[in-house]
């Protein structure tokens, strides 16, 4: 009787440490599991550094779900039996947003689908454009854009002698959202290349229930043919780019993301509609301007969703026009994230407009260098200008289907016009109000900046999806 | 940036002498000096003009009449005067 007593208590102590073992390793399998959807966070140092670390097992499909309020963790894990996946991770940032694991090999796109059409879900999505990159530098969580890792502004891991995480953390966000085809971003400037292979597919067209643009103080031609957008300077439907600055602004903004050509937009998806405003010299008129922002007006009234106008451009003198038209956007729920200048000047001494009116509809950005410094050239404001984003050594669309290199606060603000989008694309409702607070709440606070801007922060792509 | 165009100097020259009332001949060479410029006005923006913010590359052009020094800034697309009799113009 006792041996078999010690006998029993043997095999049961011998039972309990097993369990307790496989217990820690399933613990650490799903810790690891954890660690390679990492596309929730920075990739890290030692990954970026070490070639020989562990690998995604990239074999395996991986989409993002994100359940409606109110959809308990127990239905989650009901739905996600069902169709024998497994939730991975949960995204803490973002109310009922998993990171669901697909465990009968089928596609991305099958399982998304398969996510899509049921009630209880918001969105769902694929993650299979950001993956691993075994070339180069190491490995980073990233879109597979050809020039993808020149543009510092998105993901800076100290290359070219940048500092690392200088950057508004993009592939944080695009494991949120990587933008809608829903979000329409009017690019006031001098016209957009429509036809450039890194973004005629986020162009914005005319949807057929909408009816041509009319203005017959500006054309006694009858309506105008705005397919693509609008022409200020010759008052037609083509808003083609002559000078290139607008095409640089746009691919900033959306530039298509994870189709190996070029770079990746802040937006891999999103609507862009050009405007001309500035002729081939980047010049333009504030008449020209306010007759653009009438358009973008006329156009929401119409029922496009345009809700943000990139406005890298500006003057110092003020025009009372000019203000109260951007107010009357605002009324209509659109956004004006506009460049401060770059005199290297005190924006609160010389104001520079629009950047300076101050509307709860503008948004006003200076510019960090790739090491998070305020540039050599950006004007500033410790209560007139807003916030920060990166403006130097900005690589982005150009003429001729190319690619070039710029600075100003031309090339920050359309940083800061695309994560209003992105926040849109997650957030359709949300007010100009909210979405200035969001965008102004959610900034690196950065000591260059302190007493610089209003904010004393360079933006944050990443805090702005997850709600400021 | 590659060297500056010799036309857009003889357009300078002779758009000074024309607004100055005199010969070319009158109109002398200062330096000339390749320069950033802080948006698409080159810094020089006219009455009522918008101007894309981004850094421009061009040159600055310095010509004498008399006593007098007359600045113009160009790239390879535009030309401007600065500052003539208190306004900036567009050639």
Known sequence: MSRNLWLNLSIALV???????????????????????????????????DPGSEESDSSKTEILVRFRAGVSAQAIENITSRFNDEVEDHIEAVD??????????????????QYRALAEVEYAETNSEIK????????????????FFKQWGLFNHGQDGGKSGADISAMQ?????????????AVLDSGVDYTHPDLAGNIWTRPEIIKQYEDSDLTSEGPIDDMHGFNVVEDNGDPMDDNGHGTHCAGIIGAEGGNEVGIAGVNWTVKIMPLKFMDSDGAGTTKDAIEAINYVINRKRAGVNVRVISASWGSTTKSRALEDVIRKAGDEGILIVAAAGNDHSDNDAKPHYPASYDLNNVISVAAVNRNDELTTFSNFGATSVDVAAP?????????????????????????????????????????????????????????????????????????AVAGG | MSSIDIAIVVKARADLAERLGVSENEIAEGHIDQTDFPDA?????????????????????????????????????QLRLVNFKGRNYRI
């Open chain 1, 15 to 49: 039972l309990i440490l097993i369990a307790a073992f496989a217990g820690r390793l399933h613990k650490w399998n799903w810790h690891r599991a954890a660690q390679q959807t990492s596309h929730t966070s920075r990739s890290n140092e030692a990954t970026a550094t």
């Open chain 1, 96 to 113: 009922g947003l998993d990171v669901i694991e697909d465990e009968d090999n089928r596609s991305a796109d099958e399982v998304a689908a």
């Open chain 1, 132 to 147: 691993l990159d075994h070339e180069g530098a190491g490995k980073h969580l990233h879109a597979n854009d050809e020039l």
């Open chain 1, 173 to 185: 966000a695009w494991a949120v959202t990587k933008g809608s085809d829903q979000v329409v971003v």
């Open chain 1, 391 to 463: 403006g130097e050594q900005i690589i982005s669309t150009w003429l001729q289907h190319g690619f070039e290199e710029k600075q100003g606060t031309s090339m920050a603000t359309p940083f800061v016009a695309g994560v209003a989008a992105l926040v849109l694309s997650t957030n359709p409702g949300i007010s100009i109000d909210e979405l200035r607070l969001r965008l102004l709440n959610s900034v690196d606070a950065v000591p260059s900046l302190n007493g610089k801007v209003a904010t004393g922060g360079r933006i944050n792509a990443a805090k």
């Open chain 2, 41 to 77: 006005s080159l810094g020089a923006p006219v009455a009522d003009e918008m101007s894309a913010q981004m850094i421009t590359p061009g040159w600055r052009i310095r010509l004498r009449a008399g006593d007098n020094t007359y600045e113009y800034r160009a790239t390879a697309r």
